[in-house]
C-alpha cells in the first residue's frame, strides 16, 4: 500500500511541476511580446516598439538629460522621465505630456524650444540609439525614418 501512495504521489508532484513549468513559459512568452504601435496615423507607417527589450536599458549618451533619472533597477526612469512631487518616477505614457506640433501645453526643453509628441520620441530614439553605436555597444537600434517605419 505504501508503495502505491508513494507512487501516486511521485506522479502528483510530477504533473505539478510540468504545470508549473508550461505556466512559466508561456507567461515567458507573454512577457517576451509586448510590442507597442507607435505613429498609427503617421504618413511613414506605424513604429513597432518592443517594450520588453528596452526596458532595461539606459542611454549611454554622458550628455543625456535624463541619465541621473536613470539608475540601476530603475532604468525607466530614462524614458519615462516624469516624476511626483515626492521624486516618486511616474511611469506615464509619453503622449500624457506630448500632444501633437503646436500644443501650448507641450513640454519645452532646455532651449525653450517645444517638445511636441514626434520630436519627444526622435529626440529619446533616436538619440540613444546613435550613443549606442558611438559607444561601441553591441546594442545598436535603427536611426533612419524606413529603419524604425513599417508600412502596413
Given at each position: 500500500?505504501?508503495?502505491?501512495?508513494?507512487?501516486?504521489?511521485?506522479?502528483?508532484?510530477?504533473?505539478?511541476?510540468?504545470?508549473?513549468?508550461?505556466?512559466?513559459?508561456?507567461?515567458?512568452?507573454?512577457?517576451?511580446?509586448?510590442?507597442?504601435?507607435?505613429?498609427?496615423?503617421?504618413?511613414?507607417?506605424?513604429?513597432?516598439?518592443?517594450?520588453?527589450?528596452?526596458?532595461a536599458?539606459?542611454?549611454?549618451?554622458?550628455?543625456?538629460?535624463?541619465?541621473?533619472?536613470?539608475?540601476?533597477?530603475?532604468?525607466?526612469?530614462?524614458?519615462?522621465?516624469?516624476?511626483?512631487?515626492?521624486?516618486?518616477?511616474?511611469?506615464?505614457?509619453?503622449?500624457?505630456?506630448?500632444?501633437g506640433?503646436?500644443?501650448?501645453k507641450?513640454?519645452?526643453?532646455?532651449d525653450?524650444?517645444?517638445?511636441?509628441?514626434?520630436r519627444?520620441?526622435?529626440?529619446m530614439?533616436?538619440?540613444?540609439?546613435k550613443?549606442?553605436?558611438?559607444?561601441?555597444?553591441?546594442?545598436?537600434?535603427?536611426t533612419?525614418?524606413?529603419?524604425?517605419?513599417?508600412?502596413?
Amino acid at each position: 500500500m505504501k508503495l502505491k501512495l508513494t507512487i501516486v504521489m511521485l506522479y502528483a508532484v510530477a504533473l505539478a511541476i510540468c504545470a508549473t513549468v508550461q505556466t512559466g513559459v508561456s507567461a515567458m512568452a507573454v512577457q517576451q511580446s509586448v510590442i507597442i504601435k507607435l505613429d498609427t496615423q503617421g504618413g511613414r507607417g506605424v513604429v513597432y516598439f518592443d517594450h520588453r527589450k528596452h526596458e532595461a536599458l539606459i542611454n549611454p549618451d554622458a550628455n543625456f538629460v535624463y541619465k541621473n533619472k536613470a539608475k540601476k533597477n530603475a532604468a525607466c526612469a530614462g524614458c519615462h522621465h516624469t516624476e511626483s512631487r515626492r521624486g516618486i518616477v511616474q511611469l506615464w505614457k509619453c503622449v500624457s505630456c506630448h500632444k501633437g506640433e503646436g500644443n501650448d501645453k507641450n513640454p519645452k526643453n532646455v532651449d525653450s524650444d517645444e517638445v511636441y509628441a514626434e520630436r519627444a520620441f526622435h529626440d529619446m530614439c533616436i538619440g540613444c540609439h546613435k550613443a549606442n553605436i558611438e559607444a561601441g555597444i553591441s546594442i545598436k537600434g535603427r536611426t533612419t525614418c524606413g529603419g524604425c517605419h513599417k508600412a502596413e
